[in-house]
């Protein structure tokens, strides 16, 4: 039985202050009477539990014992949601406004529509891209060798970021959605970590469903904040989910392509890095991460790396 209007959920892993900054916001601009918040904690070390539970007692809070990984920790705090709507919300987000509110009021007013997506803002205020066509071969290949230029097309150019469009695929770091879609296309692929956002919107359009990019709200994401906490599993599972994503949802002869683009890719990174590794320790960690990604390409992990 449903209970509360609205369940946020929000998986934490060692961004304390982010997440704090992102829970009082949330409090502070949106309407709590009829809203639930879950936290999924992937065991941080960084005291992320105690200070949650000291300044917000009303939120629901699990603490893993291991690091679960976005996507599962996701549909747990799934499970735990009575609200008739879902919001999935990354912890480095940050409210200027509104915009559950807002949100809640667009998809009651628009019962045709299944998703949608906020227009997410760089911490300094500008415009962040957020919406996707799916992944090509081409695109795949673009993006490893820093020629994104030749993108535009996958990048909605096309469109006017002011205004609603139905897209594809939109970043996890903000989904607004109906609880009712896990009865039709079910919950995050848990093996998909890094690209499980965009896989979950292929399945939503592809079960004939309506999801809108919503620009009448906006939403500040500290981006990639987790990320740097650990270059080994970022850098590797934005690479091996690529290629499970293309062999879930692509042809054979696509999944064999993007395989080989992404050996190639990591065996750049790997001259790239080890050349700068000395100027900064950045680069170091980026070299081991690639280092360990090389010989697992050809048969990725099935969960996290």
Known sequence: MLGKKVSVVIVNYNVRDLILTSLRTLYQFNSSENLEVIVVDNHSADDS???IKREFPQVILLENDFNAGFPKGNNQGFELATG?????????????????DRMTDYLDKHPDISLIAPKLLNSDGSFQLSAWRYPTVKSVFCEAFYLTFFLKKKN???????????????SGAALFFRRALFEKVGVLDETMFWIEDVEFCWRINHSGLKSMYFPGTQILHHVGQSAKKNYTISLSNQIFNKIKFFSKHGSRFQAIMVKWISLFHVVFKIILFGLLSPIKVTYFRKLKAYLYTLPKVFNPPKGIA
Do not use: H, V
Not at 84 to 100: A, G, Q
């Open 49 to 51: 539990c105690d200070a």
């Open 84 to 100: 008739e709507y879902i919001f999935m919300l990354n912890p480095d987000t940050e409210f200027k406004e509104n915009s559950i």
């Open 156 to 170: 909605y150019a096309d469109k006017d970021f002011n205004e609603p469009f139905e897209g594809e695929s939109f």
